[in-house]
C-alpha cells in the first residue's frame, strides 16, 4: 500500500509540474504577441511623425 501512495503522490506531482510549465509557456507566448503588437504601434507612429515632419518641412519650404 505504501508503494501505490507513493506512485500516486509521484504522478500528481510530476502532472502538477507539467500544468505549471505548460500555463508558464501559454503566458509566454501571450506576452509575446502583445509586445510585438506594441512595437508594430510604436513603429507606426514613428513613421507617422517622420511623415509629418517631412510634410511641415514641406510647407516650410513653400512658404520661403
Known sequence: MDWIQFIIFFIGVFGLFIWN???????????DGKLEAQR?????????????????????????
Do not use: G, P, V, Y
Open 40 to 64: 508594430n504601434i510604436i513603429s507606426a507612429i514613428h513613421e507617422e511623425m517622420r511623415d509629418f515632419h517631412n510634410r511641415l518641412c514641406d510647407i516650410e519650404r513653400r512658404k520661403t
Open 21 to 31: 510549465r505548460a500555463e508558464a509557456r501559454a503566458d509566454a507566448r501571450h506576452m
